[in-house]
């Protein structure tokens, strides 16, 4: 039985955790109560396809589930740029009921963000991080996991989607440079950073917080995975396994 769970198996699941196309990372914690904290594990690109109606930008999640009511203040590491101009603090977050959006969406934004044009083609960056509300929650904070995200203006007019722009080596796109990322370079290569330098920037950012710097190091001064992961362990002994198969074989 456990012959059958291989390689395959896992390379497949792998996949479909990474194929979720305009879906990206969002982390959650306290409310119950207490301040509610957005974390985003990676930064999330948006390029605007459609004008505004106003030159204002909001980040929206959507389907996150109904938290609050109206709009509370946040303050964190969260901020985003225009053109890689200079950033703008996420300082507010919000959830009301009117077309496109419900109670269900939740959207990020800055209070003050002092331009009067937005142009199609313009591309806004919103950072890693997180924020947490200036005020208590009372609902509890809702699932970690992937949500589609979506530009819009003031206005609520949709302006682009969202898309993750992963750590080196996060070739799922999960916010994490894992085991699962491991997989996915090994089924392919070409498409995950090529052979064997995506190996190398996997193996040097296994582990990694984002946006952190080097981890463990050997003597020769390369990063090395912290030795907790059994999946890779486990990937190892069954890739060993089915050589041994095809030589007896």
């Given at each position: 039985m456990f012959r059958k769970i291989s390689l395959s198996t896992i390379a497949a699941f792998a996949f479909i955790s990474s194929a979720h196309a305009g879906t990206v990372q969002v982390n959650f914690s306290g409310g119950s109560g207490t301040p509610l904290t957005i974390t985003l594990p990676q930064s999330v690109s948006?390029?605007?396809?459609?004008?505004?109606?106003?030159?204002?930008?909001?980040?929206?999640?959507?389907?996150?589930?109904?938290?609050?009511?109206?709009?509370?203040?946040?303050?964190?590491?969260?901020?985003?740029?225009?053109?890689?101009?200079?950033?703008?603090?996420?300082?507010?977050?919000?959830?009301?009921?009117?077309?496109?959006?419900?109670?269900?969406?939740?959207?990020?934004?800055?209070?003050?963000?002092?331009v009067t044009a937005i142009n199609v083609n313009d591309v806004?960056?919103?950072?890693?991080?997180?924020?947490?509300?200036?005020?208590?929650?009372?609902?509890?904070?809702?699932?970690?996991?992937?949500?589609?995200?979506?530009?819009?203006?003031?206005?609520?007019?949709?302006?682009?989607?969202?898309?993750?722009?992963?750590?080196?080596?996060?070739?799922?796109?999960?916010?994490?440079?894992?085991?699962?990322?491991?997989?996915?370079?090994?089924?392919?290569p070409s498409t995950n950073g090529g052979n064997p330098a995506g190996y190398t920037t996997w193996r040097s950012h296994f582990g990694q917080p984002p946006g952190s710097g080097a981890g463990t190091t050997d003597s020769a001064g390369v990063a090395v995975p912290e030795p907790a992961s059994a999946l890779v362990l486990l990937m190892g002994m069954l890739t060993t396994y089915a050589r041994r198969r095809a030589i007896v074989s």
């Open positions: 948006y390029t605007v396809v459609t004008g505004p109606s106003t030159p204002e930008v909001t980040f929206v999640f959507q389907g996150t589930g109904n938290m609050f009511s109206g709009t509370v203040g946040a303050g964190g590491s969260l901020s985003f740029t225009r053109n890689a101009g200079s950033p703008f603090p996420i300082n507010d977050a919000q959830q009301f009921n009117a077309p496109p959006f419900t109670l269900n969406d939740l959207s990020l934004y800055a209070s003050t963000f002092p806004f960056l919103l950072s890693a991080g997180s924020v947490t509300t200036t005020t208590n929650i009372a609902a509890a904070a809702p699932a970690s996991g992937l949500y589609s995200t979506i530009l819009t203006d003031g206005a609520g007019h949709k302006m682009g989607d969202g898309t993750a722009v992963p750590e080196p080596g996060d070739y799922n796109h999960n916010g994490i440079v894992d085991a699962g990322d491991y997989v996915l370079w090994r089924k392919s």
